[in-house]
């Protein structure tokens, strides 16, 4: 209002300058009720700005007058709502300091002041209670978030949550199939309903349930393929010894279509190229083990691959080893089997410089294992002798531990699969339940031959010969010096036995 009078006035003081400016002040009359009234033009002018402004004025303070009841009002509420801000936040603050009484005064007290913000005041009421250790509580903020729509989320996460605490298994579950059920859910209610029926083995369900929150968009294309993968390896492990055909038929689809989503999912493409060449199918097979290989080696890959084909020579096979290794040249399993291709091929020279490549790897128990091998294939056995004590206690490879020595690769229980569909779907990487039970698997270091240790010979303290002592039945004597030596000639070593195979050429297809 001030800055309109500040308008006016300078519009009346322009008009009147204007006027003295041209020098004539011009005439204005008025006549009203038998009253005639003569002046300037400036001074009418003024008049009127005068009573313009008086008038404005009189009518803003009737108005600040007749609102002065709201002002009040509105006055009350904002300072409500501050008292209710900070009583909320001294509740929060007093739940993260695990004060579970002080937090509860706080609720119940917010509950009265936060009446524009009662979602807030729930939740205050919810987490109180859980300070203090009160299930009743609990569950009854929790139940009183399902009459918003906008907290029905929250309190069904809360009531499962409460529901698994206690051990009802079953009324969680149906407030996570209530969550999903909402038009707006959350990723926690898929996940606890797959872990329940990943728990169960039921492979189909929870493939229907990843396909429900896809077209829901609940999860990413991505999480979602990576679980289908994985779940429909799972199922075909289960239908892969089943008495009726059809069973074993829908093993393998499901295999190779999990090989197929995920080439970079060893299990499943293990499985797949393992049916495949059961059904008479080893050049597919031999493709989606390739595929994988160049997607993600895994040591099961260069097995399954190998055993394939059981009617090749040595050489042979060490040419195809080395043919797929080339489909990822850069990566470490490819640079390991390198070293076993020449291995197997009886190349010592080409093994060795191949295990140039491993020189920065970690000394692992394989590692040490492929070393020893390398050294004793070369002749160098006091080298290989280093290798496998360094093997001995070097630490184990998880991917290695995926092989069981009877022959089959990932020999997974159904809740290993339930973990590794969990885990996978999620992050893209493998688990090694085989490695936390501890449980037997390949031996990573190689069984050389008995006359490996004869091969050695002895040293002297001189660095030549070894000096033998002949025993004798009475001691030598203070001053005596001992007799020297016989010079008999050193009898040779045994003839060694013939060389035992290669750890990789002594697996059998199962």
Same mark, same amino acid.
């Given at each position: 209002m001030i800055r309109a009078g500040l308008v006016v006035l300078l519009v009346l003081a322009l008009a009147v300058a204007v006027l003295a400016l041209t020098g004539d002040p011009g005439r204005a009359n008025l006549v009203w009720l038998g009253w005639r009234v003569d002046m300037t033009a400036a001074t009418a002018v003024l008049l009127v700005g005068a009573g313009a402004l008086l008038?404005?004025?009189?009518?803003?303070?009737?108005?600040?007058?007749?609102?002065?009841? !709201?002002? %009040?009002?509105?006055?009350?509420a904002e300072a409500r709502r501050r008292q209710a801000d900070e009583v909320l936040t001294r509740g929060f603050l007093a739940v993260a300091a695990g004060d579970g009484s002080e937090a509860r005064r706080l609720a119940g007290k917010a509950a009265d002041l936060a009446v524009e913000a009662p979602g807030l005041a729930r939740i205050l009421a919810a987490q109180a209670a859980e300070a203090a250790g009160d299930p009743a509580a609990m569950h009854a903020a929790y139940t009183a978030m399902l009459g918003l729509p906008e907290m029905r989320l929250a309190g069904h996460k809360g009531l499962m949550?409460? !529901?698994? %605490?206690q051990g009802d298994r079953d009324g969680g579950l149906r407030h996570a199939e209530a969550a999903f059920g909402e038009a707006r859910t959350t990723r926690w209610a898929w996940r606890a309903l797959l872990e329940a029926r990943l728990e169960i083995g039921d492979w189909d369900a929870a493939l229907d349930l990843v396909k429900r929150a896809l077209d829901r968009k609940v999860v990413s294309p991505l999480v979602a393929e990576r679980a289908r993968a994985a779940l429909l390896a799972a199922r075909a492990a289960q239908l892969e010894h089943a008495p009726e055909p059809r069973a074993r038929a829908e093993a393998l689809d499901s295999a190779v279509e999990a090989a197929r989503l995920q080439p970079g999912f060893s299990p499943g493409v293990v499985m797949a190229a393992r049916l495949l060449a059961r059904d008479g199918k080893a050049q597919r097979a031999a493709g989606a083990l390739e595929a994988a290989w160049k997607a993600q080696p895994h040591p099961a890959l260069y097995l399954a691959y190998r055993d394939l084909r059981t009617d090749e020579t040595p050489k042979a096979r060490a040419a195809r080893l080395m043919a797929l290794a080339a489909g990822n040249p850069a990566h470490r399993e490819s640079r390991i089997l390198y070293v076993e291709q020449a291995l197997i091929a009886g190349d010592a020279a080409g093994a060795a410089e191949?295990?140039?490549?491993?020189d920065g790897e970690p000394a692992t128990a394989r590692i040490a294992g492929l070393m020893a091998r390398v050294?004793?294939?070369?002749?160098?056995?006091d080298e290989a002798r280093v290798w496998m004590a360094r093997g001995m206690?070097?630490?184990?490879?998880p991917d290695w531990s995926d092989l069981d020595p009877e022959g089959r690769a990932f020999a997974y229980h159904a809740s290993d699969w339930a973990r590794l569909v969990a885990t996978f779907a999620e992050t893209g990487e493998l688990i090694h339940p085989r490695l936390e039970r501890r449980e037997r698997g390949l031996p990573e270091l190689p069984e050389l031959p008995l006359t490996y240790a004869d091969q050695a010979a002895l040293l002297g303290p001189d660095g030549g010969e070894p000096v033998l002592y002949p025993a004798h039945e009475e001691p030598f004597g203070d001053d005596e010096p001992p007799p020297?030596?016989?010079?008999a000639p050193r009898p040779a070593p045994p003839a060694p036995r013939p060389r035992e195979a290669p750890l990789g050429e002594r697996r059998e297809v199962r």
């Open positions: 008038a404005t004025v009189i009518w803003r303070t009737l108005i600040w007058i007749l609102e002065a009841p !709201a002002r %009040s009002e509105r006055a009350r949550q409460l !529901a698994f %605490s191949a295990a140039r490549a491993l050294a004793y294939a070369g002749g160098r056995p206690s070097a630490p184990h490879e020297a030596p016989p010079s």
